[in-house]
């Protein structure tokens, strides 16, 4: 095949596959709403819950991921390369590191605030 043949194929098939996702986006979400009727539910009633928590979990994975970059920058500067190596892994690594342990710092204060809360019965 041609170069130009598959940009225009490429094109065609990113578009179908878009469409196709709306598609099975809505398509399911209707038919879910349907079997939530039949079993004589009301779907309106399970809309969103509140999430207290948040934007606590999502700050935190922020400033987990600001931090794991900033850290990263300082070993990308401060060790020589002598490894003819791309230092993106020391990036991604030190992201997802601490991305996940804001997200477990969030997680252990949720559990430490649901545990602290009186009970109604007292």
Do not use: C
Not at 14 to 19: A, D, K
């Amino acid at each position: 095949m041609e170069t130009e043949n598959l940009g225009v194929l490429a094109g065609i098939i990113i578009s179908l596959g878009f469409f196709a996702l709306i598609f099975a986006i809505v398509y399911l979400h209707k038919r879910e709403k349907m079997a939530m009727i039949e079993r004589g539910m009301d779907p309106r009633a399970y809309k969103a819950a509140p999430q207290p928590y948040q934007n606590l979990k999502w700050g935190l994975l922020m400033v987990g991921a600001g931090l794991g970059l900033f850290i990263a920058y300082f070993i990308d500067i401060a060790l020589p390369n002598n490894f003819d190596s791309d230092p993106a892994a020391i990036y991604f690594a030190l992201i997802a590191i601490f991305g996940g342990s804001g997200l477990i710092i969030s997680y252990r204060i949720e559990k430490k605030e649901v545990l602290d809360k009186p009970s109604l019965q007292e």
